[in-house]
């Protein structure tokens, strides 16, 4: 059941400021509320900094939701500083707290190596890619995660075959699905298969965050990211949000899709995340019946020409095969199901590549750091 936003101020107006002793709704510090399903998204406002009051009221919000609302809702807070609020509040400001530093919490602490799997355009068969690459590495004997961020039109519950919902732990952490050696989280594992995720931006960075820092991830040597196509919201906040360590971009031959892989290359570039390589995708296609022969149906080497432009490595060419289609239509990749197979071998192959790219770039570059991108009017 969707919650609507008169449920939410219902709720908020059991919020009790504990300075002006009247509830949040009231005194009007509640703004550019947002529903959508569970998740609720609102500013608080308040008339001067206080990191000791903003994070106790925060916490007061998010108890009212889940007792008077929906104990699965998932709150983004934002707080705000307007000190016309002074002037609007009745009786003295409170006395502002001792100024004290607010505690970071750092974000996927416990995994090694993040790593985003990218596309400028869609169709190009990143999330086959970044299937078959966690399987890949988990293989070898590590500890990988797949996290899909494409809100939007998530892949990995059916690439992966997962219909069941995730638990979730006392700490009110989401446990990811374990399949095929790989921790899995998807919004495909939260919503209906029939339902549409229409949403504005806000609310699809907030659900991103939240599968960042609201998962039980664990220790990880590997955690992959299934971005969606693009280079909008949901790439920005995975770069404010978590320092990446590298990226993979992965393209077809031809033109339209060169371009826009080109775009890609330049924002990780511009936000200082390394670029492990390109690889190209649907290179040529393989009949079963003549292996020998190879059709280059969108171009030849378009990707490999691009990466050697971009002074960027160049991981791998994987054949437009059916059985890679098949394998991931029926929820097992490739390398899972059919392991010795030619197609296996090559996503194996591109894997070995990112793997001995990260050792690469882990002894020769400081760790990446997260951005701050301030958006000026």
């Known amino acids: 059941m969707s ?3 008169e449920q939410v101020k219902s709720a908020l107006s059991h919020v009790i400021h504990p300075h ?19 998740y609720i998204s609102f500013t608080l406002e308040l008339p001067a900094k206080d990191d000791v009051l903003a994070n106790h009221l925060k916490k007061e ?4 939701v889940h007792k008077f609302i929906d104990k699965e809702a998932i709150l983004d807070i934002t707080v705000g500083i307007n000190i016309s609020k002074k002037r609007e509040l009745e009786g003295d400001e409170p006395a502002a707290a001792q100024p004290q530093q607010p505690q970071q919490q750092s974000v996927l602490s416990g995994v090694k190596n993040v790593i985003a799997v990218a596309s400028g355009k869609g169709g190009v068969g990143k ?5 078959n690459l966690a399987v890949s590495l988990a293989q070898t004997g590590a500890s990988v995660g797949l996290l899909d961020t494409d809100i939007y039109g998530p892949s990995v519950p059916t690439m992966f075959g997962v219909t069941e919902r995730p638990n979730v732990t006392t700490q009110k952490k989401l446990v990811p699905i374990l399949k095929h050696g790989v921790h899995l989280v998807s919004m495909g594992f939260l919503v209906d298969t029939d339902q ?12 991103v965050k939240q599968f960042m820092q609201e998962v039980e991830w664990g220790e990880l040597d590997y955690l992959v990211l299934d971005l969606p196509p693009g280079t909008g919201d949901i790439q920005l906040t995975i770069v404010q949000t978590v320092p990446l360590t590298g990226a993979v971009i992965v393209s077809t031959p031809q033109t339209v899709a060169l371009d826009d892989a080109r775009k890609g290359v330049a924002m990780f570039n511009k ?20 292996p020998e022969k190879k059709y280059y149906i969108f171009g030849k080497h378009g990707a490999r020409k691009l990466a050697d ?11 437009l095969r059916e059985v890679v289609r098949q394998t991931s239509d029926s929820g097992t990749p490739v390398v899972a199901s059919e392991p010795t ?12 590549r990112v793997h001995q790219a990260l050792i690469v770039r882990n002894k020769e570059q400081e760790k990446t750091k997260k951005i701050d991108i301030k958006i000026r009017p």
């Open 3 to 5: 919650i609507h936003k």
């Open 20 to 38: 002006y002793e009247r509830d949040l709704i009231t005194l009007g510090l509640i703004q550019d509320l947002i529903t959508q399903d569970k």
């Open 61 to 64: 919000c998010t108890t009212a």
């Open 127 to 131: 999330s086959t890619v970044a299937a």
């Open 196 to 207: 549409a995720m229409i949403w504005r931006g806000p609310m699809v960075t907030s659900a």
């Open 271 to 290: 936000v200082n995340v390394p670029v492990l390589g390109i690889v190209e995708n649907m290179a040529y296609f393989v009949p079963d019946d003549m």
């Open 309 to 319: 432009r971009l002074e960027v490595p160049f991981l791998g060419e994987l054949p």
């Open 341 to 352: 197979s030619a197609a296996a071998i090559g996503f194996k192959e591109i894997a070995n």
